[in-house]
């Protein structure tokens, strides 16, 4: 766990009211029940994302895409948000400068309340038609757990749909990096809950310190880029958040 020494370094750089954006991957709802991807249990370790998570396997097998995203969605649908993603919400709603940037596509931030969150991999609750037919939305949410059928359809083409995520060779969203880059124009950027391995994503923290910002990761592991930042927080994203709490409230 990280000393009060180095929680004391993060509680003064908020005294200066910085510019703060707050970049998260799993680790953030690790607490909440979702498994990460890597690590022990992660989801990685069982499944290979080359069958689930590319545009050839869901090509290969629609179905079988589909049944993992359908098993996801419902593990995800019986989590509530955790004690950091409560943090993170109550300071999105008290300073106008945040902004949350997630890896993650469980919608649990939202859940929590914050706003305008720039999703970077997507959302698993939004679903598209993969033949993009002319007279389906570019993207629309779809709840239903479990899903009517496997695969869901497009009720414009009949055509299969496929999961709003983004997967492995696909491009970010332009409208999503633009939103990105503009947010690693801040201050303060801190990177908690993961594992910094994933680009573009993994990116916006140095990004952020080239732009001149104070750089924070929160982590209970290292990751490859812990060495080149500024304050390294040791510890579970649920724990550090909340013992920041207090001195939070104080300063917004
Ligand atoms: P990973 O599973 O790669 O990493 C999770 C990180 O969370 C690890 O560094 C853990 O040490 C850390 N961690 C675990 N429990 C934690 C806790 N309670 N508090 C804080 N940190 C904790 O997940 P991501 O980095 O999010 O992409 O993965 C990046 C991308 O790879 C995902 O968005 C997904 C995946 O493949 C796509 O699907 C495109």
Known sequence: ????????????????????????????????????FRGEHGLWKSHHPAELATPEAFERDPALV??????????????????????LAEWNRRDPTFTLVTQNVDGLHELAGTTDVVRFHGSIWEVRCWRACAASPSRWRDDSVPLPSIPPTCPHCDGPLRPGVVWFGEGIDPAVIARSELATRCELFLTIGTSSLVYPAAGLVQQARRH???????????TPLSSGIDLVLRGKAEDVLDTLWPQLMQIT
């Open 1 to 36: 766990m990280s000393t009060d020494l180095d929680l004391a370094r993060l509680v003064e750089r908020l005294g200066t009211r910085p510019r703060t954006t707050v970049l998260t991957g799993a680790g953030v709802s690790a607490a909440s029940g979702v498994p990460t």
């Open 212 to 222: 001149g910002a104070f750089t924070v990761e929160i982590n209970p592991e290292a």
């Open 66 to 87: 589909w049944e993992w995203y359908d098993w996801r969605r419902q593990q995800i649908a019986a989590c509530t948000p955790n004690r950091a993603h409560a943090v």
